[in-house]
Structure formats: structure tokens, C-alpha cells
T-cell receptor, first 111, second 114 residues
Framework: DAGVIQSPRHEVTEMGQEVTLRCKPI?????LFWYRQTMMRGLELLIY????????DSGMPEDRFSAKMPNASFSTLKIQPSEPRDSAVYFC?????????FGPGTRLTVT | AQKVTQAQTEISVVEKEDVTLDCVYETRDTTYYLFWYKQPPSGELVFLIR??????QNEISGRYSWNFQKSTSSFNFTITASQVVDSAVYFC???????????FGTGTQLKVEL
């Protein structure tokens, strides 16, 4: 079975540019979560969806961050404009019942 | 509010030693779920185990075993005869029965050396 798929795996961009991260959850999972991981702050939940509807976006750091889930098999996390402090590993995870399954992550570097 | 504490920041052992990773949790909910995840140097987060609050049976899977004790609010993870491939950061996490979010501990970095 395919796990959670994320793209790109690595992204290097310049400050001020728009960045879009993509996620394909495991088929049949109705919850989707976006996390950010940094050395300083650890794992932070940014937003999660249930049946494609955003349920809790209280972890989104600021208006520069937005997330969408247009259908059950695709979600995006967009940062516009990006800043150096956004550099982190961004994980997408999906869940059917209890445990969350994580994608491989996107390592974002903003210079 | 929920909280997960992994007091051990880093542990170093020699291969074939047994090692226990501690996890202490706090919640007022009577129904909750506990998890362990492994993050190897390659970076992905791998689900290892889930335990329900109403099932205190300990579990063994190969060299891995988990000791769940509600009396001490602990869910400890033991690796028997550790191997270099066990080197990773291990996270303990908590989910309440009515919630959808995972509360993660800060992780324990395990280094297994030859």
C-alpha cells in the first residue's frame, strides 16, 4: 500500500517567494494533518482537515500560511511570501481511526 | 490540558545492551490513546504502537516491548539487545478520546554504538 506522499522532498527558495507543498493522504483516510518540525520548537501542528474541511487552523503561524484540501486525495500548504524563519521540515499525516501515518516530509530552506 | 514528558533527551548505549525510553503523560480524560513513533536519521516519522487507556496489557514485538502503567501515568518503551539500526529519535504521543490532535513529547535521541 502506498503511504502518505509528499512533494517536493526538498525545496530551496529565496525570501519573498511563494512556496507550495503538496500532500496525498492514504486512500480511505478522512483526516489530514500538517505539521512543522524545527529544532527549536519540535513538532507543531499547523492545521487539520476532516473530510476535506479545515477543522482547526489555530497552529498556523500567520496569514502568510494557507492550506487547502480540494478533494480527498490532495492537500496543499502554501507560504506567501516566504521568510527565512519558515525554514523547517513540513510533514503531512493522515488518519483513519486512531494512529496518524506520516509522509516523508518536505525540507524547506528559505534563504 | 494534555502533556507528554520525555525526560531523557539523549541516551547512548553499546550494541546489544537493553535500553528503556521513559514517557510520562498527563490528562484528565478517562479515555485516551498513547503512541510511540520512531524518527530515524532519514527523517520520516514511523508509527510503532498504539495503546488504549482501557487496555493495560503490556506488549512485545520482537526486540521491542512496551510497559503501560496507569498508576504512574507512564508508557515506557524497552529495546532489548539494541542494534545500530535502532539509532533514532523516539517520540511518545497522547490523544484524548474525544480529540483529534496528538500531543507529542520532545523526543529521546537514542544512539547505539558498536
Amino acid at each position: 500500500d502506498a503511504g502518505v506522499i509528499q512533494s517536493p522532498r526538498h525545496e530551496v527558495t529565496e525570501m519573498g517567494q511563494e512556496v507550495t507543498l503538496r500532500c496525498k493522504p492514504i486512500s480511505g483516510h478522512d483526516y489530514l494533518f500538517w505539521y512543522r518540525q524545527t529544532m527549536m520548537r519540535g513538532l507543531e501542528l499547523l492545521i487539520y482537515f476532516n473530510n476535506n474541511v479545515p477543522i482547526d487552523d489555530s497552529g498556523m503561524p500567520e496569514d502568510r500560511f494557507s492550506a487547502k484540501m480540494p478533494n480527498a486525495s490532495f492537500s496543499t500548504l502554501k507560504i506567501q511570501p516566504s521568510e527565512p524563519r519558515d525554514s523547517a521540515v513540513y510533514f503531512c499525516a493522515s488518519r483513519a481511526t486512531y494512529e496518524q501515518y506520516f509522509g516523508p516530509g518536505t525540507r524547506l530552506t528559505v534563504t | 490540558a494534555q502533556k507528554v514528558t520525555q525526560a531523557q533527551t539523549e541516551i547512548s548505549v553499546v550494541e546489544k545492551e537493553d535500553v528503556t525510553l521513559d514517557c510520562v503523560y498527563e490528562t484528565r480524560d478517562t479515555t485516551y490513546y498513547l503512541f510511540w513513533y520512531k524518527q530515524p536519521p532519514s527523517g520520516e516519522l514511523v508509527f510503532l504502537i498504539r495503546r488504549n487507556s482501557f487496555d493495560e496489557q503490556n506488549e512485545i514485538s520482537g526486540r521491542y516491548s512496551w510497559n503501560f502503567q496507569k498508576s504512574t501515568s507512564s508508557f515506557n518503551f524497552t529495546i532489548t539487545a539494541s542494534q545500530v539500526v535502532d539509532s533514532a529519535v523516539y517520540f511518545c504521543a497522547l490523544k484524548t478520546g474525544g480529540g483529534n490532535k496528538l500531543t507529542f513529547g520532545t523526543g529521546t535521541q537514542l544512539k547505539v554504538e558498536l
